[in-house]
Nanobody, 120 residues
Framework: QVRLVESGGGLVQAGGSLRLSCAASGRTFTNYRMGWFRQAPGKERQFVASINWSGGSISYADFVKGRFTCSRDNAKNTLYLQMNSLKPEDTAVYYC?????????????WGQGTQVTVSS
């Protein structure tokens, strides 16, 4: 079992920045690729970014490239998402997820989410 707890969400003006954290506990952190997803009201959950166990391979959704940076600190069992140049359309609940690389995200572990609201 892996427990994931997100933090760092809040209300920010357009153009501002936030840094989300996801603290993991339970099984060995480096056994899992980690990811960020988000879900806006009335919309399906969508992929934001993912990072492999070592941090050497990172992928981003096109709509966050150049604005968001995903990283992990394996010594602290923590995943991060630095969000810059935020837009109102970035408003959503942000979730972190952990999954072994060979399994789909849906079968992995998920946090409870943290709300990000960007005002115009």
């Amino acid at each position: 079992q892996v427990r994931l707890v997100e933090s760092g969400g809040g209300l920010v003006q357009a153009g501002g920045s936030l840094r989300l954290s996801c603290a993991a506990s339970g099984r060995t952190f480096t056994n899992y690729r980690m990811g960020w997803f988000r879900q806006a009201p009335g919309k399906e959950r969508q992929f934001v970014a993912s990072i492999n166990w070592s941090g050497g391979s990172i992928s981003y959704a096109d709509f966050v490239k150049g604005r968001f940076t995903c990283s992990r600190d394996n010594a602290k069992n923590t995943l991060y998402l630095q969000m810059n140049s935020l837009k109102p359309e970035d408003t959503a609940v942000y979730y972190c997820a952990a999954s072994p690389a060979v399994f789909p995200w849906q079968s992995g572990y998920w946090g409870q989410g943290t709300q990000v609201t960007v005002s115009s």
